[in-house]
């Protein structure tokens, strides 16, 4: 089908779908979703011209995975956003399966998209092909084609190319499996953006002593914070390593210095960024303030996927939060943008409570879409708990140092849950929609996102404690 085709099926799609998917209860209030279908990787973030850009992966005829486009929003200031017309669509045959996850520059006054051409070819193996798009205006594309063909060594399992500038040269990390089965990512060099120079590998499948980890690496991030160099990426083939790993896919990170010339790139551990059920494939920018902010995808391709209640309505999927990331030691925070305060509303609840031994609610903390902020004061507890409409159940064990998050699972409503280390709990920020709940512990120092499907008469909030615990406890109601 040509560009034009698959853009009017499209918006055929979206408009026949709006009125199911506008009664969904399941329908978030502030995060960025698929109109209709499948959203997963964020993509191609930029600010340009004085908007923020959010594109990504979609799937606008399934709520499962297919021919990606990418989908496209617009922002002033990360709040409210604007639809636009899809970026790229899988038109052409480099791309012919989907216009896969990849990155946004500013050249010239010209917007730059990086993106990865899949191809199933006609024996049904994977091509593929690193690609190029400019745009004068930020909202159409004239595609440019392949610029970067798959090099020896390396299985077709190599894209989400993202690119950026450093000592007036351009850079492009790509995700990547040896012919060995191991996940790297691969760096290229570029004087012109159209020319690129593979420079080898730079992290994964047994450099730096890193060992066996994983088959294939996706979505890779290099960025300086401070003097250090940071590398996302999102390893695939991990296995559950106690509390670590427990979804099906990683997503973390690596502190470390990389060397230009060299390619050396020298790091720390492997970390996770978020301890909940979902987060995958973030991508980061720098802003025109110069924060390093990142989104990811609040989903995972993971036996969950099917049993989503929105399937039903047509849609699945939605981002994160924009999180700002400050580096903190050794340890990358996320917080939640200082933007999100515009949507506080109204402010139920601004004060200091003690639970001893017992469960407590207050109705002007009850409801759906909501920001608590909550300091842990002075205790003398084992347990501490908050139970969100009775679906979810963040509890934190002083006696094993541990924050616990649990929910129902979207299969049959059996409890599941993932735990992490925490030293201590100093205060908790938990910004709650419909259907997802994003828990910033001790300013970021870890967070855990998971999405969970309640009724929407369940709204109850409730503390509860074993031993006495001071809270300090603040509650807007949400809107955008
Ligand atoms: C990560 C990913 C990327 C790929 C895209 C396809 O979720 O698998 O590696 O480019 O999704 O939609």
């Not at 990787?41 to 709520?63: A, K, R, S």
């Not at 917080?335 to 402010?347: D, G, I, M, N, Y």
Request: charge should be negative; charged fraction near 20%; include cysteine.
């Amino acid at each position: 089908m040509n560009q034009q085709e698959l853009h009017q099926l499209a918006s055929k799609k979206v408009e026949e779908n709006k009125p199911l998917i506008e009664k969904d209860s399941n329908r978030l209030q502030f995060h960025l979703m698929p109109p209709v279908g499948l959203l997963n990787d964020p993509n191609g973030l930029i600010h340009f011209n004085g908007l923020y850009h959010v594109f990504y992966q979609w799937n606008p005829f399934e709520t499962s995975h297919g021919a990606k486009f990418w989908g496209h929003y617009t922002s002033k200031d990360l709040i409210s956003w604007q639809e636009q017309p899809p970026a790229l669509v899988p038109s052409e045959w480099y791309e012919k399966n989907g216009c896969y996850s990849g990155s946004a520059v500013e050249h010239n006054g010209k917007m730059y998209l990086f993106y990865t051409g899949n191809v199933k070819n006609k024996n049904n193996e994977r091509e593929t092909y690193q690609c190029l798009a400019v745009s004068h205006d930020g909202i159409t594309f004239e595609k440019k084609g392949p610029v970067i063909f798959l090099p020896e060594d390396y299985t077709p399992h190599f894209r989400d190319p993202k690119v950026w500038q450093q000592d007036g040269i351009w850079y492009m990390v790509l995700g990547a499996q040896t012919e060995k089965e191991e996940g790297q990512v691969v760096l290229y060099a570029s004087m012109d953006l159209e020319n690129w120079e593979f420079k080898g590998p730079l992290a994964g499948g047994n450099l730096n002593g890193l060992g066996d980890f994983g088959y294939m690496w996706e979505c890779p991030d290099l960025f300086k914070l401070g003097t250090q160099d940071i590398l996302l990426a999102s390893p695939q083939g991990l296995e559950p390593e106690g509390h670590l790993y427990q979804n099906l896919f990683q997503s973390g990170y690596f502190i470390g210095k990389w060397k230009p010339e060299t390619n050396r790139y020298v790091h720390g551990d492997f970390i996770e960024l978020d301890r909940g059920f979902d987060f995958y494939a973030p991508q980061t920018f720098e802003d025109n303030h110069g924060r390093r902010l990142l989104y990811a995808w609040m989903g995972l391709t993971d036996e969950n996927e099917a049993f989503q209640p929105t399937i039903a309505n047509g849609w699945i999927h939605a981002l994160t939060l924009p999180r700002e990331l400050v580096l903190k030691g050794d340890k990358l925070y996320q917080k939640p943008v200082a933007e999100l305060t515009q949507l506080r509303k109204t402010h139920d609840f601004h004060q200091q409570v003690s639970l001893d031994n017992e469960a407590k609610s207050w109705t002007a903390i009850n409801g759906t879409v909501s920001e608590i902020y909550i300091e842990v004061g002075q205790h003398e507890v084992t347990c501490f708990e908050i139970n969100i409409r009775e679906n979810v159940k963040l509890s934190f064990n002083y006696v094993k140092s541990m924050i616990t998050l649990e929910r129902k699972s979207f299969k049959d409503g059996s409890p599941e849950s993932r735990s992490c280390q925490l030293p201590i709990l100093k205060e908790l920020h938990i910004f709650l929609d419909t259907s997802s709940i994003e828990i910033f512990l001790n300013g970021g120092q870890e967070v855990m996102t998971a999405r969970f499907f309640a009724e929407p008469t369940e709204q109850t909030i409730t503390f509860a404690s074993r031993g006495k615990v001071d809270l300090w406890i603040e509650k807007w109601s949400l809107q955008l």
